[in-house]
């Protein structure tokens, strides 16, 4: 619940300049998926992980980067939790 508190406040605190790193984001999230089902991370987990990315990749393509950067965060998150 704290990590997902911090990564909300530094998305909301995030300028516009950073619209460009959605990509980053995601393109790291898919690094540590495919980490993370090589661990043995339980299936639940990783759809749940999957699922918020995919969101935020949505949700940059729509043209909402705040909401982006917010699920990849969370995503993030709960994936290196």
Same mark, same amino acid.
Request: charged content about 25%.
């Given at each position: %619940?704290?990590?997902?508190? !911090?990564? @909300?406040?530094?998305?909301?605190?995030? $300028?516009?300049?950073?619209?460009? $790193?959605?990509?980053? /984001?995601?393109?790291? /999230?898919?690094?540590? @998926? +495919?980490?993370?089902?090589?661990?043995? %991370?339980?299936?639940? +987990?990783?759809? @749940?992980?999957?699922? !918020?990315?995919?969101?935020? =990749?949505?949700?940059?393509?729509?043209?909402?980067?705040? =909401? $982006?950067? @917010? /699920? !990849?965060?969370?995503? /993030?998150? !709960?994936?290196?939790?």
């Amino acid at each position: %619940m704290k990590n997902t508190i !911090l990564s @909300i406040v530094f998305v909301i605190s995030a $300028s516009s300049a950073f619209a460009g $790193s959605c990509p980053m /984001l995601w393109g790291e /999230l898919d690094s540590e @998926i +495919k980490i993370a089902k090589e661990s043995g %991370m339980s299936s639940d +987990k990783v759809d @749940i992980i999957q699922k !918020l990315r995919d969101s935020g =990749k949505q949700a940059h393509d729509d043209g909402d980067h705040a =909401k $982006s950067e @917010i /699920l !990849l965060n969370e995503a /993030l998150i !709960l994936i290196k939790s």
